[in-house]
């Protein structure tokens, strides 16, 4: 049976049309163009070395110069996966395919003419950056050419990948001290000056970069906002967006429980007793390894993804909520989304559990007067269930985003996807509508104009105002203003009977002050005190690491 990179050869042999070429220097990548759009695209181009052998828990490393043409019109591997937690209980409350290693590529689309060259020069640029939890997903299957169609052919689009799981987040002083933390981010940092350096050739201008994720691709741009403590070199993006924005407890490299991720993994991988764990590890067949990285990521508490990242005290070099408050930010304007209902997939909704006890399960280092300060603010919410839900959604996707637009105050916008059933990744279907299942949950094209359109017209116009017109579509979105605190914000909505159901909405004081509780300031809501300024007093509440 012939491989699809021997079936493109065969192709090629008798006669078939070749497509637009580019020179990277260390390699040449032959695209194609798809006839019916006219978007080229070029799928699996390596931007980094292999990060085998090692290179393993390394940061990421040039290419190796390859001669000949290159086809890049098949995905690539996709990096070893697993899944999120689904233990009832926490082990840090306790003292106790297709994937393949080598993924570090990415995909480029763009407009372009009949021969596949770009359709004009100096357009902006979106780069998606996938979700799951820093632990699943990839570039495939992400139709880039939907975001071209949305921009009416006005953006180049690109989709990266990065090192996910413990190839890519494992933490510990061993790593720091013989390897690279966060290797995963700084895949995406990689990624993002591979852009910087070589998207002119693609018909984009690195200038005007936009970068967006959903979920942990949305955690991952916030944590490009807030890394070299606001002052990365070049200028990378202009535009940050995020949907669902994620950002779990993260502890500095070497504090309690990232030492007990990486002592549980040099234990199941036989390395205890080597003289260097590192070492040893670099020496572990990769399958093994992904048989741990599932193995562990299942048995964390469920909803929970157990190899996130950590404060390195180099790429990001102190905790994000803090960059954040301080304003120590990259880029020029953010847009960001939330869902309303964002907690709902990752508690177990059959096991109800009293708020305190279920916020010491997701937050192992909270103090009883801290998780009893949580359940007393959260207890007239609903169900045990649903208080469960609001906790989870709340301190880890909705709360980092509002901290994220105070960091961009004045130079951010806020939505809201509250379609029914609003749950965490909803939205995802209006941005790649090809992209196959689930499909969205409300296909109505004016309503999916309006959302969709709000994140192209933005990477293009650094306003959510100036709309893309779209084979003559008109956009219903009203005004929309920008984030302040206590202000309005975007909902995108529809009627009981059907209607789309766009506008402005002020945003809950509850929710504000929950957020500035749960997550900024803690001691604040065991003494009563809701005050959204109590957020000068961060800098010694957020030593408590959650």
């Not at 080229?40 to 085998?52: E, H």
């Not at 916008?413 to 909803?426: D, M, R, S, T």
Request: contains cysteine; neutral net charge; aromatic residues 10%.
């Amino acid at each position: 049976m012939f491989s699809p990179r021997s079936f493109y050869l065969i192709v090629l042999l008798v006669g078939a049309q070749a497509g637009p070429v580019v020179d990277l220097g260390y390699g040449q990548y032959e695209g194609s163009v798809e006839n019916t759009t006219l978007i080229t695209s070029f799928l699996g181009i390596r931007f980094a070395a292999a990060p085998t052998g090692d290179l393993r828990f390394r940061a990421p490393q040039p290419p190796v110069t390859v001669k000949g043409v290159q086809p890049a019109t098949v995905e690539s591997n996709y990096c070893p996966q697993s899944g999120d937690g689904t233990s009832p209980t926490n082990p840090f409350n306790k003292r106790s395919a297709g994937p393949d290693e080598d993924c570090l590529f990415l995909n480029v689309f763009y407009p372009s003419n009949g021969a596949g060259k770009p359709n004009g020069g100096d357009l902006p640029v979106i780069v998606w950056i996938h979700g799951g939890g820093y632990v699943a997903g990839g570039a495939i299957g992400v139709p880039g050419g939907d975001l071209i169609t949305q921009s009416n052919r006005g953006v180049v689009t690109v989709v990266i990948q990065y090192r996910l799981g413990l190839f890519g987040f494992l933490p510990g002083a061993e790593v720091k001290k013989g390897g690279t933390l966060n290797a995963g981010l700084l895949d995406q940092d990689y990624a993002l000056r591979w852009i910087n350096k070589h998207i002119s050739k693609f018909g984009g201008d690195p200038s005007k970069v936009a970068i967006w994720g959903d979920s942990a691709g949305a955690g991952s741009v916030l944590q490009h906002v807030v890394a070299n403590g606001g002052k990365t070199e070049p200028q990378l993006f202009r535009v940050a967006m995020t949907s669902s924005t994620f950002l779990p407890s993260q502890y500095a490299y070497n504090d309690r429980i990232p030492e007990l991720l990486f002592s549980e993994v040099v234990a199941q991988s036989n390395c205890t007793k080597a003289k260097d764990a590192l070492t040893c590890l670099r020496g572990v067949d990769q399958t093994v390894l992904a048989n741990i990285n599932a193995k562990i990521n299942n048995a964390a508490f469920y909803g929970v993804f157990q190899f996130v990242p950590v404060v390195d005290g180099e790429f990001i070099t102190q905790r994000p909520t803090l960059s954040m408050l301080e304003q120590k930010v990259n880029g020029e304007v953010l847009l960001s989304v939330t869902n309303t209902f964002e907690g709902t997939n990752f508690v177990n909704q059959s096991v109800p559990t009293e708020a305190g006890a279920y916020s010491h399960s997701l937050f192992p280092k909270l103090t009883t007067l801290q998780t009893n300060a949580i359940a007393k603010l959260y207890r007239g919410l609903g169900t045990e269930t649903f208080q469960d839900s609001a906790i989870m959604g709340e301190s880890i996707f909705i709360c980092p985003t509002f901290y994220l637009l105070h960091a961009f105050q004045g130079r951010a916008y806020k939505g809201e996807f509250a379609v029914p059933p609003g749950l965490h990744g909803n939205d995802y279907a209006y941005y790649f509508p090809s992209g196959g299942p689930p499909p969205a949950p409300y296909n109505t094209p004016s309503f999916t104009n309006a959302f969709a359109q709000s994140f192209t017209s933005f990477a293009l116009n650094l306003d959510p105002n100036v709309k893309v017109k779209v084979n003559g579509t008109t956009d219903i979105t009203p005004k929309w203003s920008k984030y302040d605190l206590g202000n309005t914000e975007m909902l995108f909505n529809m009627t009981a009977d059907g209607t789309p159901d766009i506008k402005a909405v002020w945003m809950s004081k509850a929710l504000l002050e929950r957020c500035v509780c749960v997550i900024i300031s803690l001691f604040a809501c065991v003494f009563n005190v809701h005050n959204p300024k109590v957020v000068s007093n961060i800098r010694t509440a957020d030593k408590r690491k959650l």
